[in-house]
């Protein structure tokens, strides 16, 4: 691909072209128009709800509305093996016990399911109130959390057993979107549709600290820093906020509130472990990459064909997943993306306090002070042209 010509989005990847590939059993597919190269992972039949790297980036592990999960083999794209027939509805979230060397997957039929690797088979199913939204395994292997729309409730169940350790009825007071462990096993983050943030500690088995959060919209997934200092949350507002957790404040200097980033509904965040990167899903098709220390949006990543669900970023960060509507997972190799010449001039304007936009009008890339009007979409060119047209809003999905 010409890096050059004048209609590249300079933070963006092109969409998908119809090309040419060769199919292999492995349904891999490698689209060479892309800057950044980009495998497929084709074999679900309904939405991929989330997407996971296991065993040190080898494997991904996805699950999905069509009721099974998978195991592929992050080399060449083959199954490795197929989790199927023990949910009756769609599994909303899946997540990975290595120690133990099983898979939890929680679905809508209001269970958990814990599966053995090894077998496939299901080793216990824990039967719990309403539909389950997400699920969540503690660094440790030992507990299992999960969230539901039934009373606002949050779960905490025995990893070996299934046995619910503890309920918590009205948790929020609106449907829990999603749950997280802390990397330290000592707290469960909780976010929901009534735009608050709890934590919930294990040893003293309360909630410790609750965050009315500046979101206008529903809290939809939450991710925390490899220190569990800091929590992401993103949000059908299209935006992603940085929480201090000690504090629980919104942290002005780190990563105040990541907006204009998305024009749909941010539906997942993930940090890379060193926390130098963060990546978000969003309802807009695209996955975006943002770098902390600058707090800018480095790359956005477009191709698939319907809402992003879900991402992930390999141990190694060479590699994001991301997952969606459009039954696919996508594999991202944002390894040398530092050298995309796009990407270079972006950095260089960041560190001259400029921003680089692309204009709404011409497709030119062109640079603005961050201190400008944060609502010029057009290069100084097409302004001249017409210097009194106001242009719509970006459409909301």
């Not at 059993?25 to 950044?36: D, K, M, P, R, T």
């Not at 800018?296 to 970023?313: A, N, Q």
């Amino acid at each position: 691909m010409d890096l050059s010509r004048e209609n590249i989005d300079p933070l963006a990847l092109d969409d998908d072209k119809e090309i040419e590939t060769v199919q292999t059993a492995s349904v891999w597919e490698h689209e060479a128009l892309s800057q950044i190269p980009i495998k497929v992972l084709r074999g679900h039949t309904d939405v991929v709800s989330s997407c996971h790297f296991c065993y040190g980036d080898t494997r991904i592990l996805t699950s999905s509305h069509d009721k099974t999960v998978i195991f592929w083999d992050a080399e060449k794209g083959a199954q490795v093996q197929l989790f199927e027939g023990g949910h009756k509805s769609a599994i909303t979230g899946c997540s990975f016990i290595p120690e133990k060397n099983r898979v939890i997957t929680a679905s809508w039929d209001k269970t958990l399911n814990a599966w053995d690797v090894e077998t496939g088979k299901i080793l216990w199913t824990s039967a719990l109130g309403g539909l389950l939204t997400s699920c969540s395994v503690s660094a440790d292997g030992k507990f299992v959390a999960s969230s539901s729309d039934s009373e606002n409730a949050l779960y905490v169940s025995c990893a070996d057993t299934g046995e619910r350790l503890f309920y918590m009825k009205d948790h929020h007071k609106s449907t829990v979107t999603s749950c997280r462990f802390d990397p330290q096993s000592e707290h469960v983050a909780s976010v929901s549709a009534d735009k608050t943030i709890k934590l919930w500690d294990l040893c003293s088995h309360r909630t410790t600290l609750t965050i009315n959060s500046t979101h206008t919209n529903v809290i939809s997934n939450c991710c925390f820093t490899s220190n569990g200092r800091h929590i992401c949350t993103a949000s059908w507002d299209r935006t992603l906020q940085l929480w201090d957790i000690k504090e629980g404040r919104l942290c002005l200097r780190v990563g105040m509130e990541i907006s204009k980033g998305h024009t749909g509904s941010v539906s997942s965040c993930a940090f890379s472990n060193d926390d130098s990167f963060l990546v978000s899903g969003a309802y807009d098709k695209t996955v975006a990459v943002w770098d902390m220390k600058s707090q800018c949006r480095t790359l956005v990543l477009k191709g698939h064909l319907d809402w992003v669900t879900d991402v992930d970023v390999s141990a190694d960060k060479n590699w994001v997943a991301s997952s969606s509507k459009d039954s696919t997972v996508r594999l991202w190799n944002v390894e040398n993306s530092e050298q995309i010449p796009a990407v270079i001039e972006t950095r260089r304007a960041q560190r001259m306090g400029f921003q680089i936009l692309k204009c709404e009008e011409c497709g030119k890339p062109f640079s603005i002070s961050r201190t400008d009007d944060s609502d010029i979409i057009k290069c100084v060119f097409c302004r001249l042209k017409a210097p009194n047209r106001s242009l719509p809003a970006p459409p909301c999905l």
